[in-house]
């Protein structure tokens, strides 16, 4: 492994190409409202929530149309105003079917209501985390966790730090970057926000050394803040990957199965800061975010605030449309994102972007025999075999798929991306979590 100086976590990771500069230099730009959004009823990890309109209401932007009683959950918002044509199943980003309010939106589209809530240093813990719960804000990594719940952590494990993930470790990916240097004021106060939830005693901004004017500037905006820091951190995919991160700026071991809460930490999304900024300064909900459009498939790649709902194909026209032959369309980065068959997929608030590969940044290698060379071992930042994961799930024991840390496996892809014998690990990764979880009833 190349020694940089910098911080990272302790072992494993690799260090894929990044392709960043063909998006980090493109300020954000809005896209343009499709005639007809399709915003899914869930876009979060919890309950699911339950339609708040019917079809041929009217609704206006940011009104609330789908909500749930469970405390993990997040309602949506529309995003636009119009109205609602139907409510139907739409087939989402990951393949999976999930219930969708379909709304026409007008021609002319007025402005966000901003509403005033209080100065943001008077609201409370409880305040924020209310302003948090009912925007409708989840983790926009991908991970879509609501936000009102990671800011509640247990009574018996008190946060020390608040985490702000600015690594944007995915190859590609910019939207981050682009965030931390516009909106980096915001950036600050929304870590305040968070750090007043919590109870912490400070915030650091972990960025990683290929966005030295994110951090720059990150690091001018908190110098009169003795509780805030900025951390420099090396460039290596997983680094923003929670427990790689906390490792890295700590010094501190997640154990296995549990929460960064169990070592005092709190880790949140640069995108998430930001909306928790504008629920709470503004009134927003969380009903649009920044999406980097980019590979080398499409013509002119950008950073673009979409509203959720709007269609990929969208946004890629928004881009100038495909540049010659493009391969594989990508939601998400190329180490963790999903592959599409058509681009009719909606934004949702987990979209950190889409990317248009071309044919020789492809692998279309067959699977082969593992020659036991361990560089899988090697790259897993998780300490983890994944090539006795393998074994175990090709013979479909189960049990041994678990002993072998199966369900501490995060889906990072380190392990296929070193394999000299293309064996995607991810996928038998997952099927040994499903076939888990169905025996664990
Ligand atoms: S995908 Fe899982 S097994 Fe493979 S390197 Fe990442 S954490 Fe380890
Ligand atoms: S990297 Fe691939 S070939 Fe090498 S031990 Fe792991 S699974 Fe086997």
Not at 111 to 122: A, G, M, R, V
Not at 269 to 281: C, K
Request: charged share 25%; hydrophobic share 40%; net charge negative.
């Amino acid at each position: 492994m190349r020694k940089t100086g910098y911080k990272t976590f302790r072992r494993g990771g690799i260090h894929p190409p990044y392709h960043k500069e063909l998006s980090s230099g493109k300020a954000i730009t809005r896209a343009p409202v499709p005639s007809r959004l399709m915003v899914p009823l869930r876009q979060h990890i919890g309950a699911p929530n339950k339609p708040l309109v019917s079809p041929g209401d009217r609704v206006t932007v940011g009104q609330k149309i789908g909500d749930a009683d469970a405390f993990v959950s997040a309602p949506v918002h529309s995003p636009v105003a119009g109205r609602v044509e139907v409510i139907e199943d739409v087939k989402s980003f990951s393949g999976e079917t999930v219930t969708s309010i379909i709304i026409a939106a007008d021609a002319e589209q007025p402005p966000f209501e901003e509403q005033k809530i209080k100065p943001l240093d008077e609201l409370s813990a409880e305040e924020i985390r209310e302003i948090a719960g009912e925007a409708g804000l989840v983790g926009m990594g991908g991970a879509a966790f609501p936000t009102r719940v990671k800011l509640s952590p247990p009574e018996d494990k008190p946060i020390e730090s608040v985490i702000i993930n600015g690594c944007e470790c995915e190859p590609f990916l910019t939207c981050d970057h682009r965030l931390m240097i516009e909106r980096t004021d915001e950036l600050v106060q929304a870590l305040g926000l968070m750090i007043r939830a919590v109870g912490a005693d400070g915030g650091v901004i972990g960025v990683e050394s290929n966005k030295m004017d994110a951090a720059l500037k990150l690091r001018a905006a908190v110098s009169d803040q003795p509780n805030l820091d900025v951390e420099v951190l090396e460039v290596k995919y997983p680094e923003g990957a929670e427990k790689q991160l906390i490792f890295a700026i700590t010094g501190r071991e997640v154990p296995p199965g549990k929460l960064p809460s169990e070592v005092g930490c709190l880790v949140q999304n640069v995108g998430t800061a930001i909306a928790l900024y504008e629920a709470a300064s503004a009134g927003k909900p969380l009903y649009e975010r920044v999406v980097t459009v980019t590979g080398p498939g499409v013509k002119e790649p950008g950073n673009l605030i979409a509203k959720v709902g709007t269609p990929i194909s969208t946004l890629i026209e928004a881009c100038g449309g495909f540049l010659g032959e493009t391969a594989k369309v990508i939601i998400g980065g190329p180490m963790t994102g999903w592959a599409q068959e058509d681009l009719d997929a909606p934004v949702v608030k987990g979209t950190s972007g889409v990317v248009a590969l071309t044919p020789e940044l492809i692998d279309v290698r067959e699977e082969e025999a593992c020659v036991r060379c361990a560089k899988c071992v090697e790259a897993c930042p998780m300490y983890l075999m994944p090539n006795s994961i393998v074994e175990a799930v090709q013979h479909g024991d189960w049990e041994k798929a678990e002993l072998w840390g199966a369900l501490d496996c995060f889906e990072c892809g380190c392990c296929t991306f070193t394999c000299p014998a293309y064996i995607p690990h991810v996928e038998y990764v997952r099927k040994a979590k499903a076939e888990i979880a169905t025996l664990k009833g």
